[in-house]
């Protein structure tokens, strides 16, 4: 057994003298299996970061959510469209919607109205741009937020529309580095807010869903729903201003008057004569995935009975959204990662094809070697383990600048990407594998030389 281990020991020995002597020849063979190897891993990497990206996306949106988003009458619409709108006028999204929606539908498992505007937080003189936004206690469960201290909003808080906050890291990072923020107070457009949570912090990019209600949450300021509509603004409140002109799209019932009114709150990002929403969006989450596309259909058909035919909303499912994105990003990746093995194969290529001139030129050596004992299998050993080490060698190689091109695209081009074990063990088996396919054939046909012609060959 140990001789027979020795005696192809020494064939393989042969083999790396021959790769030595001949390094320029040997690195120019292995290129096609460093740059395979280096583009097959990076394009997993790609496909990896993009899964993953999508994953925590779909964290982030929130898991079986359903966003109601108002479509706000654009002031250059027709005149024949404004009429149609003074015939049958909508209220818009108010939370009369939400408490119907919760009543009606039995799949609805959580459910938050959000209203929402821009202005300056301010304290101890320093100033910052940030998002007010009102929500019911339900929002944290609806969009996975977790806090790092504090509490969320109590009964209390929430159905007397009590001044209190919740803040996104960046808030916290601002006002209340060097101190805790819980009990202290911050003043937003002129008001002051009790401190009573600090959100985590998210790093997961959202862009694309920041107009279908997707926060960027870290430079947020959370309030009770009933805060917001008593401290900030309510468009459903009646504006008198506004009722002189606006007649004909008056809608009485049940003792309310109500008109398209602007925000109470003339720095709200949301002002606008044309936007007579009381909420900005709702956000509804069913219990299962199959229920979404059952739920979206009666809540189309009931929202816009309750409209009274205006369809002056929009309902969006980002789950699904981004599935598709996902199925998209999965083809995409195939295709790039068969470009990549491409490479590879022309790599492969390229050794049978230098191993096949290898043959030819040292047909020589091959005839001394066989006339002075070496037999076919010594042969067929020597040439297959040049091939087999010249592309492990490669392989090596190519899953050093594989990880390294994966860093530099995610630094570069700011797209994440994850190097895993299973991509390179992928990568390094298909290299060894093109070493061993591609390098039989050179080696057969090798050993299968008739040693005297061999060694009449000039």
Known sequence: MIKFILRYFHDIEIAVESIVSNKLKSILTALGIIFGVAAVIAMLAIGKGAKQEIMDQMKMVGVNNILINPVIPDKSSSSNEGEKQQKKFSRGLNMLDVESIKETLPSVKRISPEISFNSTAMLNGVKYTAKLVGVSNDYFELYNLPLVAGTIFNDFQEE????????????????????????????????????????????????????????????????????????????????????????????????????????????????????????????????????????????????????????????????????????????????????????????????????????????????????????????????????????VSGGFIGIFFGVVMAKLIEQVAGIMTIVSFFSVFIAFGVSAAVGVIFGYSPAKRASEKDPIESLRHE
């Open 160 to 391: 007397n529309g009590i001044q209190v906050c919740i803040i996104g890291a960046n808030i916290r990072a601002k006002f209340f580095s060097k101190i805790d923020p819980i009990g202290q107070y911050i003043k937003f457009n002129g008001i002051w807010l009790k401190v009573i949570g600090v959100l985590q912090k998210t790093n997961v990019s959202l862009t694309g869903f920041e107009e279908k209600g997707v926060n960027v949450y870290n430079d947020n300021i959370y309030i009770p729903i009933q805060t917001m509509l008593l401290r900030y603004q309510n468009r459903a409140l009646v504006n008198t201003k506004l009722v002189s002109e606006a007649s004909g799209m008056q809608f009485f019932g049940g003792g309310m008057m109500m008109t398209r009114v602007v925000s109470s709150s003339s720095d709200a990002s949301t002002d606008s004569e044309n936007n007579y929403n009381q909420l900005d969006r709702i956000v509804v989450q069913v219990t299962e995935t199959e229920q979404l596309q059952p739920t979206t259909e009666i809540l189309s058909r009931m929202l816009t009975r309750r409209h009274t035919g205006v369809k002056d909303f929009e309902i969006t499912v980002p789950e699904l959204l981004l599935k598709q994105q996902q199925r998209t990003k999965d083809i995409f990746n195939i295709v790039l990662g068969a470009i990549a093995s491409i490479s590879l194969i022309v790599g492969g290529i390229g050794i049978m094809n230098i191993m096949f001139a290898s043959v030819m030129e040292r047909i020589k050596e091959i005839g001394t070697r066989m006339a002075i004992g070496a037999k076919k299998m010594d042969i067929v050993v020597q040439f297959l383990s040049e091939a087999v080490l010249i592309s």
